[in-house]
Nanobody
């Protein structure tokens, strides 16, 4: 497992941007795909974006495709998600997650992740 700490959440106007960061500790970070998930109040956690261990493969939920960009810096043990054109429905608690796999065939299943951060709140004002 890796230890994960998210930051960068906050309040933003609709149409604005935020960049979430996830700091990872642990020697296996470079061997793991990473993901971002979010949870709306009263709902199940949902997949947002994923990136392979090398950073060469990315996947996005349809709801954020074209607006969000996931990236990683393996030298710094960091994962990011740049969120542009934010909508009120993007408001949620966002979680960084470490996958069990380097190059998963799919990124959407939370059961494929064994490390989770504590979450960071994103609020979008309309």
């Amino acid at each position: 497992q890796v230890q994960l700490v998210e930051s960068g959440g906050g309040l933003v106007q609709a149409g604005g941007s935020l960049r979430l960061s996830c700091a990872a500790s642990g020697r296996t970070f470079n061997n793991r795909a990473m993901g971002w998930f979010r949870r709306h109040p009263g709902k199940e956690r949902e997949f947002v974006a994923g990136i392979s261990g090398s950073g060469g493969t990315t996947r996005y939920a349809d709801s954020v495709k074209g607006r969000f960009t996931i990236s990683r810096d393996n030298a710094k043990n960091m994962v990011y998600v740049q969120m542009n054109s934010l909508k009120p429905e993007d408001a949620a608690v966002y979680y960084c997650a470490g996958s069990r796999y380097f190059l998963p065939s799919a990124y959407e299943n939370p059961q494929d992740y064994d490390s989770w951060g504590q979450g960071t709140q994103v609020t979008v004002a309309s």
